[in-house]
């Protein structure tokens, strides 16, 4: 027994949770007495009840710890915004309160009173308050913060609300072989009809390609090897073919009866480009003339215009018949009015920005006067003009040869050609000139670029002597039967007004 009784001892003895009662009180203690004495005289009846409810807060359950635990405004808890000193305060005295043992014989007599004084001190009942109260707004992360649960649990966007975007495919729909195809940068080899044929000039010969059927016919072929097919261009109906030759002339022929019925001599060297307007047709060749023939009469030579000094490579009448762009090989574009009878011939506008030949030329169709130019080799700019006032809109350098350019009234987009050295085709949204898409496949330099009638389909002839037909332009089918609706609905009106 005495043995047991000496390993209680030296137990009672190791044990460091027993007080020390002769050791000096600590200062947390300290700190607790008289604050308990300060809120005891501070709630006395006869003392003044101006004063703050952290008085009355229970000592801290940490030891050394500072009463303040509200955190610096720089990099604070963004989730609790108002996390001031009351709060905390409050909070712990609730929670110590919780651990007091109640008193059953004073709960009735004083929660009156407690609460008189509550009310008056902090302008609610404490009873009745929260532990920790969120207000305010929520303060800014810090800069360079990521939230990496974001990605996790942040809701996508529903189907319904995703902008749609169209698929366009980088391969070519139709490739067709091109043999003897002349690799010349300032040549117009290429035309779609109204009636959904293609014109392509390969060497002295002409070939008509029915898009719809498929079908391949030759349409003629110069009699000589050392001659050459310059230009095409198509009449507004489709019926009729106008060609340039490398012999100065132009013939003209009916496509359906395959038959040509006249050939117009006017210039003095090749006729490098076409355009119709009615029944006037124009052409531009190597001289730097520009002639209007009107091909009702005999006498067809009815004007020229000069300003070019070097061959005319781009020409182009505006969808409304009011302008004539023309560029050429001295680095120029000129804007003509429509020829009349008393009226000044005078150029309309001519802008020299360009530093390079200018034969890719297109007028937008949904704004009469704007006109699209690009520019060659040596300077590879895309630049849109406004005729009617003489400015420069927008300036793109597409870092190579542009070769074509044309409008997509589909998408309201604008199309280029590029010859060296990126050999492709690139969509461009207009106004932004921003990329869309990238058309490649051609191994050589791309010379022109055509639109079906349907505005569905875009051809390309390139030196590779290959014609790429590529569907990037198709209309979606819902989208399309709203417009057939529409203008069904316009026509019917139209005709109940006439």
Not at 284 to 299: E, F, L, P
Request: glycine residues 6%; proline residues 4%; charged residues 20%.
């Amino acid at each position: 027994m005495a043995q047991f009784g000496f390993e209680n001892d030296i137990h009672s003895i190791l044990k460091l949770d027993m007080p020390i009662t002769n050791a000096p009180m600590a200062r947390w203690q300290r700190k607790a007495s008289s604050s308990n004495s300060s809120a005891l005289n501070g709630l006395s009846p006869g003392k003044s009840a101006n004063v703050s409810l952290s008085s009355s807060k229970t000592p801290s359950k940490t030891p050394g710890k500072n009463k303040k635990q509200t955190p610096s405004k720089m990099g604070g808890d963004r989730f609790i915004p108002t996390r001031n000193s009351k709060q905390m305060d409050v909070a712990s005295f609730l929670l110590s309160k919780e651990n007091e043992p109640v008193d059953a014989n004073n709960t009735a007599g004083t929660s009156e009173s407690q609460k008189a004084w509550s009310m008056s001190l902090n302008g609610y009942n404490i009873d009745d308050a929260k532990i920790l109260h969120l207000g305010g707004k929520p303060l800014n992360a810090p800069e360079g913060y990521q939230n990496n649960l974001k990605v996790l649990y942040s809701q996508g966007a529903t189907p319904a609300s995703v902008k749609k975007t169209r698929y366009i495919s980088s391969t070519p729909d139709k490739i067709l072989d091109a043999p003897d195809l002349r690799n010349d940068f300032y040549l117009n080899l290429i035309d779609w009809s109204s009636r959904n044929v293609l014109a392509v000039a390969l060497h002295n010969s002409v070939y008509l390609l029915d898009a719809s059927q498929g079908d391949i016919t030759l349409l003629m072929r110069l009699e000589s090897e050392d001659i050459y097919i310059c230009s095409l261009s198509w009449t507004k109906e489709g019926t009729y073919l106008a060609i340039g030759t490398s012999d100065c002339k132009i013939q003209l022929w009916d496509v359906y009866n395959q038959k040509r019925l006249r050939s117009l001599a006017s210039h003095t060297s090749r006729v490098a480009s076409l355009s119709w307007n009615d029944h006037v047709l124009t052409s531009g060749s190597r001289s730097g003339h520009i002639h209007h023939h009107d091909v009702r009469v005999a006498d067809h030579h009815i004007f020229t215009l000069t300003g070019h000094s070097q061959e005319v490579c781009g020409l182009k009448w505006s969808p409304d018949g009011r302008y004539l762009a023309s560029g050429g090989n001295d680095n120029l574009v000129y804007v003509w009015p429509r020829m009349q009878e008393g009226t000044n011939t005078n150029s309309v506008q001519c802008w020299s920005d360009h530093q390079g030949a200018v034969k890719a030329l297109a007028w937008c169709p949904w704004q009469p006067n704007i006109l699209a130019s690009g520019g060659g080799t040596s300077d590879r700019h895309i630049r849109i003009w406004n005729v009617n006032s003489g400015s420069c809109i927008s300036s793109l350098d597409t870092q190579s040869q542009i070769s074509s350019l044309l409008f997509s009234p589909n998408y309201k987009e604008l199309v280029s050609a590029h010859g060296y050295a990126h050999n492709n085709v690139v969509i461009w949204k207009y106004p932004a000139l921003t990329r869309v898409a990238e058309l490649k496949g051609h191994e050589d330099r791309v010379l022109s670029l055509i639109l079906s009638p349907d505005c569905s389909t875009i051809a390309t002839v390139a030196g590779d002597e290959t014609i790429r037909m590529w569907k990037s332009f198709e209309v979606d089918p819902v989208k399309k039967a709203k417009e057939r609706l529409v203008k069904s609905t316009s026509s019917v009106i139209h005709q109940s007004i006439r």
